[in-house]
């Protein structure tokens, strides 16, 4: 009966030791992991006036900045982006894993690179991004974006194997608004007011234009 006693310990010993080594290998790969994607540093800023227009964040600078930092490693990384823009009115526009641009962005060891601009064109464009809830006519020759509340997260990943090398959400993300500029309205003569006939006859037509409130969220 003492030596039953005594493999039942044993046992429970040994499988509490089992357990405890799991946990601590599974910590451990946890642990790795995160540090695998916290080698790029990311921020993420959309300046206003907020445009529907794509085109104007790669035309004009400052109206799209990226900031990159390699701070964690002292090895070069070159990367590419990834992300998704999704807006409050079931309009996405994603950039894949699977898109690969032309060239990487290269980043030396302890770099902070900032990018803006044409220099994001690779990722901002017809071949890079794929559209749900609009269509790439609407996008390009029509209204462009809905309006709506705007989400842009953004992850680098590796160039050539594609693995996460910066955090998830909401690392990375920039929040905005797109409202669409109303039409001026005719402030004078109202409508159907008749009005006299004068020689040279001159007539004036204030107009003015919907006030746009700017919203951040």
Avoid: W
């Avoid at 020759?141 to 709506?148: D, K, Q, V, Y």
């Amino acid at each position: 009966m003492h030596t039953y006693h005594q493999n039942i310990t044993k046992n429970k010993k040994a499988a509490f030791f089992r357990r405890s080594s799991l946990l601590v290998v599974m910590a451990l790969l946890l642990s790795l992991c995160v540090q695998a994607q916290n080698v790029i540093t990311m921020a993420t800023q959309v300046i206003p006036p907020y445009s529907p227009y794509l085109s104007d964040y790669t035309s004009y600078n400052n109206r799209l900045v990226l900031m990159l930092s390699n701070n964690v490693t002292n090895a070069t990384q070159e990367i590419r982006l990834v992300g998704e823009l999704t807006g409050s009115n079931g309009v996405s526009l994603s950039i894949p894993l699977s898109y690969i641009p032309p060239q990487p962005i290269t980043l030396f060891p302890r770099q902070t690179l900032r990018l803006t601009g044409h220099q994001l064109s690779d990722y901002i464009n017809e071949n890079a991004v794929q559209l749900t809830g609009i269509t790439q006519q609407e996008l390009t020759i029509g209204n462009g974006l809905p309006e709506g509340n705007y989400q842009l997260c953004l992850r680098a990943v590796d160039y050539r194997t594609g693995r996460f090398l910066s955090m998830p959400e909401p690392m990375g993300c920039a929040y905005f608004t797109i409202t669409h500029l109303e039409p001026p309205f005719v402030v004078q003569p109202a409508c159907g007011e008749m009005m006299a006939q004068t020689r040279p006859q001159n007539i004036f037509f204030p107009g003015q234009y919907q006030p746009v409130p700017i919203r951040r969220r």
